[in-house]
């Protein structure tokens, strides 16, 4: 079946704009995840979604960061007054009621921020 | 909190040659154990998950790992690589309870040299 989908692919910003970038989770998967990848780095966590619930936004850098899921599927990343340390590339995961936490990634949105 | 160190950022070696990439852990907590890969401008997939039981598991593509709870290690072998195998690697965790959130390393570039 159809995985995660993320867009747009990429992303170029202008310093101090605002970013949406959307994720489409696998179908009926009731969790949401989202991370943020800097060049050469591993992913970190910045947000959990449990259906329309948003449980855990501790990864969050600040309060430019906004994200909704609001019918529990679809979800978007808003970036506002973007500046040069958002570039990384933004994955988005799924995960369904397999118990085993498994997450399923989407091939994420590069923002590059200029 | 967790933490996932990968000690090695690259490692180069031959086709049909053994390979082992390192991962430690440290955690207050029991986790769960994952080992994902990424190709170029993809996200990542999971070649194989430890949960409970047997502490070798075996994944997608030949690659096993093995769970050892006393040095805090989980770390990724496969007995002959391919030049396919060329990718990078991040060793994640989660807690078993509460957050569900991955923590990853830093990740391992395997070159897979012909």
């Known amino acids: 079946g159809a995985g995660v989908s993320q867009s747009p692919r990429y992303k170029v910003a202008k310093r101090g704009q605002d970013v949406a970038l959307r994720c489409d989770p696998i179908?009926?998967?009731?969790?949401l995840f989202w991370y943020q990848q800097a060049l050469g780095q591993g992913p970190e966590f910045l947000t959990y979604?449990?259906?329309?619930?948003?449980?855990?936004k501790s990864g969050l850098p600040s309060d430019r960061f906004f994200a909704e899921r609001p019918e529990g599927s679809v979800s978007t990343l808003k970036i506002q007054r973007t500046q040069q340390e958002d570039s990384a590339v933004y994955l988005c995961?799924?995960?369904?009621?397999?118990?085993?936490?498994?997450?399923?990634f989407g091939p994420g949105t590069r923002l590059t921020v200029t | 909190a967790q933490s996932v160190t990968q000690l090695d950022s690259q490692v180069p070696v031959f086709e049909e040659a053994p390979v082992e990439l390192r991962c430690n852990y440290s955690?207050?907590?029991?986790?769960?154990l994952f080992w994902y890969v990424q190709y170029p401008n993809q996200g990542l997939q999971l070649l194989l998950k430890?949960?409970?039981?047997?502490?070798l598991v075996k994944g997608i593509n030949g690659f096993e790992a093995e769970f050892n709870k006393s040095q805090t290690s989980f770390h990724l072998r496969k007995p002959s690589v391919h030049i396919s195998d060329t990718a990078e690697y991040f060793c994640?965790?989660?807690?078993?309870?509460?957050?569900?959130?991955?923590?990853f390393g830093s990740g391992t570039r395997l070159q897979v040299q012909p």
């Open positions: 995961a799924s995960s369904g009621r397999t118990g085993g936490y498994e997450q399923y």
């Open positions: 179908s009926g998967h009731v969790s």
């Open positions: 979604f449990q259906n329309e619930a948003q449980l855990d």
């Open positions: 955690s207050s907590v029991s986790v769960y």
């Open positions: 430890y949960l409970s039981g047997s502490t």
């Open positions: 994640a965790v989660t807690p078993r309870t509460g957050r569900r959130a991955l923590t």
